[in-house]
């Protein structure tokens, strides 16, 4: 049980942040923290970061940490401008165990809004005291949205504090001594990865650890480490110069950017770290592809009108199937009520998706959106279904994504194409 001392403590940094007014920061930030998808073994795993440098033909230098993407294969990063989001795919430019940091490459990969700005690195002295704020994408927040998809999943979350002390340290108690920021911003799972801010909207760290079994310590590692990082990699972003002014908001002055390498560095393999969170809400433990599951969700999200809770329209096309018979070929769009109904494919007037083709039974194939999950069904066709080449038992639901083949009968080939 907390003893007296510590509970005042508590009560006393509580109050403190309370009192603050970090309303100015989130317009000068927000656009730039976006939050990450990691397709990792045994499900996928989800964290924040921040754009901290801008590249050529859209691509963006994305800050993060280590102990988020390690484990991953696919990444992917999400931003939300206004009612709309943007998609990335990200690939690893240089990473580090000790520093718990990683640098991701991120490509567009469905974009609907203006690239991120990057945000810079503030390395100057911070003072003890002086306030700060975290911003993140904590998973225990996902859990009042229900089960159906909802774009404030990507709304950042914003909480405020104030520096405790600047310490050297390591993380897992690895060798290294870096510097560390210790402070008083609540942090929690899906955090991790996410930047402290200054006043200014500055990167003053990077979230990444909270102290264990005691409230009111949160870590993060300094922008000085994170120099540091960037210098070892060969990588340069900008860096503020000056004093933090609020007045004058997050456009201090700073040095150009420098583009990230052409050739990515191999990322340096890593231990587990705290602080990620397996995203039950969207795609916890879900086999299929990452990218697929995020274009579903930006094609549920680009629709949205009035409140935070997605409509469902039929007139919004969230799947496209390319269908090859022989030397034809053409399209059906279906829309996502209908998937949630169920869509029969087969030969015969009275199915929705009609295939001329002998080998096609007349109800031979039933697509359907579980949740969020793409599922395929063979509805006991005479010739069968395969499912990227492996044969889908009868009446036994199989999940599916946008790179998956079906093939109808050993003649018909169906490709996917998430949104119109």
Request: hydrophobic share 40%.
């Amino acid at each position: 049980m907390p003893n007296l001392l510590t509970l005042l403590l508590a009560l006393v940094l509580a109050a403190a942040a309370a009192a603050q007014d970090f309303s100015d920061i989130a317009p000068l930030t927000d656009r730039s923290v976006g939050r990450v998808f990691v397709d990792a073994p045994g499900g996928y795993v989800t964290g924040a970061g921040v754009v901290i440098s801008s590249g050529g033909s859209g691509s963006l230098l994305y800050l993060t940490n280590n102990h988020v993407i390690e484990r991953g294969r696919d990444i992917g990063v999400v931003f939300k401008t206004s009612d709309t989001i943007s998609i990335y795919r990200g690939s690893v430019l240089a990473a580090s165990r000790e520093a718990d940091l990683a640098v991701l490459q991120l490509d567009p990969k469905k974009v609907t809004a203006a690239p991120p700005p990057p945000l810079a690195l503030d390395m100057r002295t911070l003072r003890k005291g002086e306030p700060v704020v975290a911003i993140g994408f904590p998973g225990a927040a996902d859990a009042v949205m229900g089960e159906e998809m909802n774009i404030a999943a990507f709304e950042t979350t914003l909480t405020g504090g104030n520096v405790s002390r600047v310490l050297q340290g390591s993380w897992n108690n690895g060798p290294a001594r870096i510097e560390i920021v210790q402070h008083t911003a609540p942090l929690s799972p899906g955090n991790s990865g996410g930047p402290l801010l200054d006043r200014c909207g500055r990167v003053i760290g990077l979230n990444t650890a909270t102290a264990k079994g005691v409230s009111g310590i949160y870590l993060a590692s300094s922008a000085r480490t994170i120099a540091d990082f960037l210098d070892e990699a060969g990588l340069s972003v900008a860096a503020a110069s000056g004093a933090c002014d609020p007045e004058a908001g997050a456009g201090a002055p700073a040095r150009p950017a420098v583009p990230p390498p052409a050739v990515p560095p191999p990322a340096v393999p890593a231990g587990p770290g705290n602080g990620d969170i397996r995203f039950w809400a969207i795609v916890g433990g879900i086999p299929a592809a990452l990218l697929t599951v995020l274009a579903v969700i930006a094609i549920a999200a680009s629709g949205r009108s009035g409140g935070d809770r997605l409509p469902s329209a039929e007139g919004r096309v969230a799947l496209t199937l390319t269908i090859r018979t022989g030397d034809t070929s053409f399209s059906r769009r279906i829309g996502r009520d209908s998937l949630r109904a169920g869509v029969v494919i087969g030969r015969g007037r009275g199915v929705p998706v009609d295939i001329d083709n002998p080998r096609v039974s007349r109800e031979h194939l039933r697509l359907s959106l579980e949740g969020r999950r793409l599922m395929a069904t063979d509805l006991g066709s005479t010739n069968g279904t395969t499912v990227d080449g492996k044969p889908l038992a009868p009446r036994q639901p199989r999940q599916i994504g946008e790179a998956t083949v079906l093939t109808l009968g050993g003649a018909v080939e169906i490709r996917l194409r998430a949104g119109p």
